[in-house]
Structure formats: C-alpha cells, structure tokens
C-alpha cells in the first residue's frame, strides 16, 4: 500500500455513527464534443423521477428497463426498475462474450487459443449523473437484499469468479472521473460495498493486465480496509453511510472515508485515508455477482457542491436511411429508424417543405406513425416508415419527431455538461441544440460525404498559435463525440446529401464486449448519436454499412461468422453474436424481424429519384470464402502448408448469389454514373503485421498467407479481387469506395481505369502501413498497376510519403465525393479533407481526381453511332441474343451520350430498348470502330 494512504476499521454495535464536520452564435461549432455524460436530459417527453429533496433519489413509476434521466451509466443492462425499486438484472441475452473469439487472433498473437474461458462480469456502476463532488459530503443508500448466488449451473466451472465467496458486491463508488468509469475500466475508482463473504470492504482496483488477445483482463480488487460484517438475509434491509471528509489541511492532501452499515440493530464501520483526487468526482450504485439485491433509496448530501445542469436528449436520433427510398403508387417513400432513451408508446414523423411551418409544426402533416419497441434485442426503437408529401428531386423537406404527442427533435444537451465546456452544435441553428431533421434535395450534383473509423476519442485536440495540438494526455475516461475542436464546423458549406457511414461505425466491442442489449445500444447510441453525430444524421440522407467491429468482434467475416453464431464452444457466445446481428441488421436496413440463422442478404442499390445516379452498398465480409489456407492438415497434409492459398482461383470475395446480383446491375443500371461502397480494398497496398516477419512488410510481391490484418482486406481474395476489378471495369462511370483501413486515398487500376478511394479516420487512429514500392505510380502486390493521385496517412501527407508539417491538424478525414451526370460528360470528383477544412481549402493527401465518366473504365472497342429515342428515359443496350451490355438514360432531347462500349467489337449489332414509364421505343445499330 502507498505510503500516503493508511487505513483503520472498526465495529461497533452502540448504534454510533460517525458524523461529517451562456449564449449561443447563429453559428457554433462542435469543440470538445461530448464529454463524459452524454445520453441524458430531455427535450420534453419523459419528466424525470420524482425528487423529494435535493439529491434524494427514489425509484417510483412504472416498471422499465430505463433508470431515469439523472442516472448513467455504461452498463445499463445491470439494472432495472421493479416494484418502486432499482433492481439487479442478473441474466441478459448475449451476456457471456469474451474479448476475442477467433484462433486465428491466438497464432496472429502469439498466445495459445482456447475455447473455455470464465464469463464474469465485473463490477457495474450507476451514477448520478448530476453531482460531480469535491470537498466533503456523503452518500446514502438503502438496499433490500433479495436472494444469495445461485448454485453453479450446468455446465458452468465452479471456479469462476462469479461462484466465489466475496466476488458478489453491493454498494456505491465515489470518485469517478466519467459517468462512463464502469466495468473492465475501474481505474482510481473506490468502491464501499457489501460483500458476499460477510464483510464490510473500502477497495479499490489493480487495473487488469493487457492479455495477448488485446483489451484488458477485468481489474483486480485492492482491499484498503475492511471489517467482518454480518451475512445477510434474503429480505434484510440494510442503510450504507459514506461520510467524506476533506482535509482541514489542504497540503495533506487526505481525505477521510467513513462507511457505517447497519441492518437492524447492527452497525459496523470502517475507515480510509487516501488522497483527496480519488474521492473527487461522481458519486453512484455499484454491484458485480450473482447476489439479488434491489436499491429503494439513494441520497447524496452534497456539502458546498452544487447540482450540474445536464441536458437531455430523450429522442437521441430518428434519421432517414437513404436506401430504403422509393416510390410506392405515386408516393416517395423512406423509412427512418428512431432511437429513444426510454420507454413510450408512439412515434410520429412530421414532414413539411420549410423548417418553420405555418401555424407551427404541430399543424404540419403526420407522415409516419409507429410503435416504439422494447424486446429481447431492441431498447426502445422505431420503425418508421414515411409517406413523403413531394418528391425529393423537387425540394428539401424537413421533418420533426413527436413521442406520444410531444415534439422530442430538439436536443437539450447542447450547451449544457453533457457536452463538455466550450462545445456547440455544428450548423446554422438559431438556438442551442433547436434544429429540425433536414432530407436535402436529391438532385444533381450528388455530394456525398464519406466517414469511417468512428468520432469517439479521448483525447482532444485544440488549435493554438503555433497550429493544430492535443492537449494534455489522454484521458481514458472520457469519451468524446468528436476528437478536435471545430469539427465539421464548415460541413454546411460543401451542400453535402448524402452521410456515408461505412465500416466501424460504432465499433460494438472498442469499449467493452457489452453482456446486454442495453450495454450494446450505450456503445452504438455512444458513437452516433453524440449531438455532432445526430445533427450530421438528422440533417441528411443516410446510408449505414457497418464492418467486423460493428458486429462486436474483430475479423468477422466468412463462414467462420456463420459457425460463431449458431455453435456452441467455439470460444465466443452465440448469443453475444446472435444479438449483435440482429441489432446491426435493424440498425442498418430497419429491419423488424431478423432471422439470426441466416446469413444477412444486404446489398442493395439507390436510385435517385431522376433516375440519373445510383448507389450501391455491396457486403464483402460476411459472404465471403474462408480465410484458411491450411486444408486437410488433420488427414495426411499436415506437413504441406498454404494449399489454398489466397491466390486460389476458387476463392470468392462476394459469393455467387452477390456477384451475380451485382453483375446484372452493372449490366442493366440506367445511371450514368454509379458509386459503390463495402469492398475494403481492392488493391493491395496495405501491409499487414510484423507477424512472423509478414513478408508484406518485407517484399512487395507476396502476404504472408497467415496475416490476420492483411486477410481482413478485400484484395486478399486475389481472385475475388480480380473479378470484382474486371467486373467494375466493363462500364464507365464507376467508383468504389470503402472505410476501414483507417487512411484516406485515391488511386486508380490502370488496366480496368476504376477509381477506388478510401477514407477514415473520423476519431480514431492506427492507419495501415504502407507496402514496400508505394508510390504515385506503382504495382500493388499482385501486380496491379496503380496510380496514386492521393494519401492522407497518419505519418504522410501525399502519395511520396512525405512528413506531416510541425501544426498541422491530426489526419482524421472524410470523402467529399461529388457525381454530377448531366451533360455531355458526365463528372466524377474526389477530394479528402479534414474535419477542420473547408471547401475552399486545399484538399489533403497531396491531390484530388477530377474524371469524366469517359475516363472510366476498360477503353472502347468500339463506338456508338448517333442514338437517338424517347426524351428522359431509361435506355437499355443488348446483344441480339438478349444478353444484357448496359444501361444509360436520354438526356431531354432524346440524345444518348453514351459514346462507346469496352469489350463490344465493331460491328455487333445492339438492340437499343427506351422506356420513358409509359412509352417504349426499341431500335437497332451496328457497332462502329473507335476513332484513332
């Protein structure tokens, strides 16, 4: 034990006990983004709990899963209200995961893999969110104690934690730096508890060790003081004192901790020094185990401090999933998914043509109504779909949320604690946190705004006379919303539609593996619906595209994924996994129902309104081929390695029934232009680990066939990869773009002329290293030819690998992309930027892709003749055979732009096929030769 802290206990059963002696601009930009305590306050549907006195908190109303406003939490799931009571929640639905669950992260890591291992969960904490104390106070609470641990289940190991005298806690916690500090990240927390073993403990905790598998074993517990207590009793109630008493001499530096406990005519106390900062902070409910117990009443008497004033969400976001529009008899139709931070009946969607209706936005029409949902794997969610009154081609439309009855848009946080000092809200907003959810005209030029590698950080960062720097260390505590100041703050400026979310868009396991639903949405709702991520939702289109992270574990993808959630002693649980799907797939599609047997068929196509560009959001994990080279090494092989290799010709990237859907897109789509997102890369220029001395970090011409990062990437399904490159070459106006490898770049194959762009980081780090050779022009390891015309990578700034400048800002970025298909050259651009930048800047990386669509894929073989058919419509090309070539539109005049064709020699006669949506108009010509 440090010198500085010493400790006494004592019992006593005299029944002693020992007593303590601003405005906002039109403007405002997102700075420090959210502190520590984001979810809270409300916006006007849900009063919080009744108070009787100032810090009294009781736990009256109708049973929930939701604690009340006042309260947070990173483990919600711990908890429930049950009969006037706060109560345990001992069993949830997917609550026995681990930090890893594939061998492959065992040999990558050097650490023997093994299938069994202990589920405990560790210590959860609730707090009152609105006391951050200092100085003395106290705190009480009274706990009815329920029911002892269970006996060991079957199949459980009776050595786990959870079956062990003295691991089953309940209590409260006192100096947490973040109303976050909770389960495997418990740092100088102290803890006063019950303990099953019958005693009375003051502990801390011994942060865990950093395992091979990567995060942290759960903490061990530090005994500072404790004394022998009486075992208690299913229906004993017992009251819990803490007295904090700050020192009369500041240089000390020693704080005083007093706990009594009594239950019945029973008392006993304990006591603790340790130094002021440990007890300096939030105050809460803390229990870990197996032991029932429920809280009937906390109270914090605060001394000198004062209640902060945090704000509240309750409508933490309801955004529109771009995909899912489409015209049904007439009507433009979209579903929008609502997340709430608690329980109700009804959501209603208000849509009108300007953000300020006559006669105010509850005269505006209901466009949308549905039930709010709480099941086994949704937390109070909607599914709406909305009937919109224009078309979206027309004109920006805004909309409201109404939870039964009451407008929930606005979101209170802003300006309040749960932001953080010196934050704002992005965007034109006349009134703190007082916008209006925005669906942005959808006409040309479509903008596109491209994220990844979620905004949660720790750290921050400011810019300062000599420029851009983090201050301070990293706080581990606190969970930004945004990692720099004045993010995002000209993103208005660039007329963006469309949000992007593509690839670790929450990062489900970053945190923690979460062993509820309810911890599950903390994380989710965590990384999107921070009041900088909300207003980028709520004010645009939205298309979700969520990566291995996202599904709660690294490396997911291929049938493993599907064995991992449907087998049991695989070394994860299924239910953890099950979970995660079904709650991905919602999220993402606004599915209702989700089949967790099956394997999610979530491609799918958006075409705009005018029918002139298309999106397209393709999966290139979960239908993948395995990634095990080793076959038949337990059947007389074993000697011979690497078999099927990553080069096997029978190795597929997107599984047939994709690849095939996506062939006849690219085949029949009538869109000029089209992009394309989730394919993580293509090409093969992102080198893996020092695994085994990876020969990727060595030799530009091979993987090492066992690295687990490089085998997370599309490209190494080499010929997967090649298809895909073929297949996206065989018509103009093409591009892919992808998150996850944490760098931002553009490049273009040489051969096929397909763009391909990456983009990422918004808030976190770690961009892949470079291959050996990368360059502007250069050959990624399978002999692709490439051209760079941009990188943006944590230690460069361009294609030539050149440092970063002393002040620059940190390299998180986002894809300004730009598809404009009018005209007789229909244009493609591409610029990376940083969360500081506006359009007006130099984009980062070294350079930006300016293309029109006849700068796009394979060369012509051939030209079309002069086609000319029915005014604005979808124009069709085949073979006499019938087989489909492609799709293009007309422009007003009937005129066909398209120019040529690849892979189409002169002289083949095309049937040419126009529909306009009520007439048709077929014709044929003869293919001509290309002009030198």
């Known amino acids: 034990m440090a010198s500085s802290e010493k400790n006494e206990s004592r019992k006593s059963g005299s029944g002693e006990s020992v007593q303590q002696a601003g405005s906002v601009s039109r403007r405002i930009f997102m700075a420090s983004s959210a502190a520590a305590t984001m979810p809270l306050v409300n916006s006007g549907a849900l009063a919080v709990e009744p108070v009787k006195a100032q810090g009294v908190y009781r736990f009256d109303g109708p049973d929930a899963d939701f604690h009340g406003h006042q309260w947070q939490t990173l483990n919600p799931g711990y908890w429930k209200i049950e009969s006037g009571a706060l109560r345990r929640r001992l069993q949830n639905y997917g609550d026995r995961a681990r930090r890893t669950g594939f061998p492959f992260h065992g040999e990558t890591n050097g650490f023997d893999f093994k299938t069994e291992y202990d589920p405990s969960l560790p210590t959860g904490i609730l707090y009152a969110n609105e006391w951050q104390l200092k100085g003395s106070y106290s705190l009480r609470a009274q706990f009815t104690y329920r029911q002892d641990r269970p006996d060991v ?68 517990d530090r005994i500072f003081a404790e004394t022998p207590a009486l075992p208690l009793r299913p229906g004993d109630v017992c009251d819990l004192k803490v007295n904090v008493i700050a020192p009369v001499n500041k240089a000390s530096g020693q704080a005083l901790i007093i706990a009594t406990l009594r239950a019945g005519d029973q008392e006993y106390s304990v006591e603790h020094r340790v130094s002021k900062e440990r007890v300096f902070g939030f105050a809460g409910i803390a229990a870990r185990g197996l032991i029932d117990f429920e ?54 969607i208000r849509v009108a043509d300007t953000p300020n209706p006559e006669g105010g936005w509850a005269s505006a029409s209901v466009c949308g109504v549905a039930p709010i949902v709480n099941n086994q794997w949704r937390r109070y969610t909607a599914v709406v779909d909305v009937s919109l009154p224009i078309s979206p081609a027309e004109s920006t439309q805004y909309y409201t949320v109404w939870k039964d009855g009451v407008d929930v848009t606005a979101d209170g946080r802003i300006g309040t604690a749960a932001c953080g000092p010196g934050t704002g809200l992005v965007g034109d907003v006349p009134v703190a946190g007082q916008y209006v959810g925005r669906l942005p005209r959808l ?181 993948r081929s395995s990634q095990d080279v080793d076959i038949w090494d337990d059947h007389g092989w074993g000697k011979f390695k690497s078999l099927y290799g990553r080069t096997d010709p029978t190795r597929s990237l997107l599984g047939e029934e994709q690849f095939g859907w996506f062939q006849e897109l690219l085949a029949t789509d009538s869109s000029p232009l089209m992009g394309v997102t989730g394919i993580n890369g293509l090409h093969t220029v992102w080198a893996g680990t020092r695994y085994q001395k990876s020969v990727s970090t060595d030799h530009p011409k091979h993987f090492h066939e066992r690295d687990r990062v490089t085998a997370d990437y599309a490209g190494w399904v080499k010929a997967g990869a090649d298809r895909v490159l073929e297949l996206l070459g065989s018509r103009s106006g093409v591009v892919t773009v992808y998150g996850d490898v944490h760098n931002g770049c553009i490049m273009k194959n040489v051969e096929h002329r397909v763009i ?177």
């Open 153 to 220: 289940g079957k199949g459980d190991d009776p050595q786990w934690a959870m079956y062990q005298d003295g691991y089953g806690l309940m209590g409260v916690a006192l100096g947490g730096q973040s109303v976050l500090q909770s389960y495997e990240k418990m740092g100088q927390l102290i803890r006063v508890v019950w303990s099953d073993d019958g005693k009375l403990k003051i502990m801390g905790s011994v942060s865990g060790r950093r395992p091979p598998q990567g995060g942290l074993e759960p903490p061990r």
């Open 295 to 348: 809280v009937n009443t906390f109270e914090v008497e605060p001394g000198e401090n004062r209640p902060r004033e945090v704000g509240v969400a309750d409508c933490l976001s309801c955004y529109a999933l771009g995909d899912t529009l489409k015209q049904v008899d007439g009507t433009w139709c979209v579903r929008m998914v609502g997340l709430f931070a608690s329980d109700g009946t009804q959501v209603e």
């Open 443 to 623: 006409a040309a030029p479509y903008k596109i705004c491209g994220l990844s590698c979620h905004a949660i950080n720790s750290g921050l960062q400011q810019r300062q006379a000599a420029g851009w720097k983090m201050t301070g260390a990293r706080d581990e505590w606190q969970f930004r919303d945004q990692p720099t100041q004045q993010a995002y703050q000209h993103l208005e400026d660039y007329d963006f539609q469309v949000m992007l979310w593509e690839d670790d868009v929450w990062y489900m396991e970053l945190v923690m593996y979460p062993p509820s639903t309810d911890d599950a949405y903390k994380i989710i709702t965590w990384s999107i619906c921070g009041p900088t991520s909300r207003w980028q939702m709520m004010r645009h289109w939205n298309v979700l595209n969520p990566g291995d992270h996202d599904y709660g574990m690294d490396d997911v993808k291929g049938p493993e994924q599907i064995a991992i959630r449907n087998q049991e002693g695989l070394g994860q649980d299924p239910a953890y996994m099950r979970r995660n799907f079904q709650i991905v797939h919602h999220l993402t599609t606004g599915a209702d129902q989700v089949d967790t047997s099956v394997n999610p068929r979530k491609w799918r196509a958006w075409k705009m309104p005018l029918r002139d560009f298309t999106f397209v959001v393709l999966d290139s994990r979960l239908w």
């Open 756 to 932: 391909e762009c990456s983009f990422g980081p918004i808030g976190r780090s770690g961009g892949r290293s470079l291959v050996p050779g990368f360059g502007a022009v250069m050959k990624d390891v399978d002999d692709r030819e490439i051209e760079v015309q941009a990188l943006y990578h944590k230690q460069f700034q361009d294609p030539e690998q050149n440092p970063h400048l002393p002040g620059d800002p940190f390299y998180w970025n986002f894809l300004e992309m730009s598809f404009d298909p009018r005209g007789q050259a229909p244009a493609i651009g591409m610029r990376i930027r940083n969360l500081v930048d506006a359009p007006s800047d130099l984009p980062r990386g070294g350079g930006a892709l300016d293309a029109s669509e006849h700068e796009t894929g394979r060369p012509q073989l051939c030209r079309l003749p002069g086609i000319v058919t029915l005014p604005n419509a979808d124009v069709f090309l085949t073979e006499t055979s019938g087989r489909p070539i492609r799709g293009t539109r007309s422009n007003a005049q009937g005129q066909v732009t398209l120019s040529g064709l690849p892979d189409i020699t002169p002289g083949t006669r095309v049937v040419i096929h126009a529909y306009d949506g009520e007439k048709t108009d077929s014709s044929v010509v003869t293919t001509q030769p290309t002009q030198t």
